[in-house]
Each structure stands twice: as structure tokens, then as C-alpha cells.
């Protein structure tokens, strides 16, 4: 083999993982009464060592294995150690890691939960890594099909995984950071009759 076919072949093979980006799979069938779930994450691998953007996969299984839904988004800012720890989601359902510390706000990656009271679960997955405030999450709403829709409202509204959940006022709060000296609060309430979100509270509280 010549010296310039060989160099091609370097090449080719450079390119082809440089576009397949670094790839990992986790199975999680202990945050959920009735559902496992398969988090495929390919990282695109021309980004910086420690920010990356990435394509996440999401699937839904019942626990006779049938595939119920796939969920796909792309994230544009992905610190290094998100998706990495196959252990690491949180489940206020089953208890698995609901004591386990949130530092900077990051919940987890995938958090399983009853976020609007209604028996059924939920959950909520980071989609980009955020900033001082912590992570952003879009969130699931479990259906009546035992499929999922995402909220908008808790997406493009609350984003942050809340502090505390209060079913008895059907209330979700979040803490975010503000500067050196304080936080924001932000309390949201869901009307059981309307299935609408509101936020009822926003504000400054000093550390």
C-alpha cells in the first residue's frame, strides 16, 4: 500500500468517527413502577473537551419490553459529565436517588416524578447544561395512553426542576440563582379543572 492510500484511509476513518461523535447508551428500569427507559446520546465530537452539543434518543418501554414511544431532540450545550453516569437519574416515584443531593440545581439528567398531581407518572430531562442557574429541563406529561406530551407551559416557563413539590396545593417551586447575596423564587400552580399552568409568585429572596 502506497504512502498516499494509506494517508486516505487515516483520513476516511478520522471522518467518519469525527461525524459519528462519541455515543453512549443507558437502561434504566428502576425509576418507574410501569415503564423502563433507553437513553441513547452521540455527542458531536468537534466541540470543546469540556461543551459539547449532542443528539439524544429517548425510548419508552412498558415492562413487557413492547417500545411505547421515542422521543428525539438535539442539545447545543451539554457540559462533559452530563449523561455519563448510567446511575445518576432521580425517581420520586420508586425513591431511587430522591435523598441524593442536587448541587448547582442539577436534579440529574432524567428525573421521574408526578408533576401535576394526577396520579400518572412524569418526568423531566435535561436538554442543555444552562449557567449559573442550573440545568434546563423540558417536561413530560404522562397521557392516558401511557404516552407522553410535553408540557410547554413547565418547558418554556419554569425550565428549572422545582426545589419542592406540594400536591395538597398543587404547587411546583423552583430556586434559581440570582447574584452573590440571593435567589429567585417562582412558585407555579396547576388547575386541576382547566389543566392549565400559572405562575402565581416570582421573587427575590435574599440568601
Not at 425513591?95 to 436534579?107: F, L, R, S
Not at 440570582?178 to 379543572?193: I, L, P, Q, R, V
Request: glycine share 4%; with cysteine.
Amino acid at each position: 500500500m502506497n504512502r498516499t492510500i494509506f494517508l486516505y484511509l487515516i483520513f476516511w476513518a478520522f471522518s467518519l468517527t469525527s461525524l459519528s461523535g462519541f455515543a453512549q447508551e443507558c437502561i434504566h428500569t428502576n425509576l418507574s413502577r410501569n415503564i423502563d427507559f433507553k437513553i441513547n446520546i452521540v455527542r458531536n465530537s468537534d466541540t470543546s473537551d469540556f461543551i459539547h452539543g449532542a443528539k439524544i434518543d429517548l425510548l419508552i418501554y412498558n415492562k413487557h419490553k413492547v417500545l411505547l414511544q421515542k422521543i428525539s431532540f438535539k442539545c447545543e450545550f451539554l457540559l462533559d459529565d452530563a449523561y455519563t453516569n448510567c446511575d445518576n437519574p432521580r425517581s420520586y416515584i420508586t425513591g431511587h436517588n430522591k435523598n441524593k443531593e442536587a448541587p448547582d440545581n442539577d436534579y440529574s439528567d432524567l428525573i421521574i416524578a408526578d408533576l401535576n398531581f394526577d396520579g400518572k407518572e412524569d418526568f423531566a430531562i435535561k436538554y442543555d447544561s444552562g449557567g449559573n442557574a442550573g440545568p434546563l429541563y423540558a417536561f413530560y406529561i404522562q397521557q392516558d395512553n401511557m404516552h407522553f406530551k410535553k408540557g410547554t407551559f413547565l418547558s418554556e416557563k419554569m425550565m428549572f426542576f422545582p426545589l419542592f413539590m406540594d400536591s395538597k396545593s398543587r404547587t411546583l417551586i423552583t430556586h434559581s440563582h440570582a447574584d452573590a447575596y440571593g435567589y429567585y423564587e417562582s412558585t407555579f400552580a396547576y388547575n386541576m379543572k382547566t389543566r392549565k399552568w400559572r405562575r402565581v409568585e416570582h421573587a427575590y429572596r435574599k440568601a
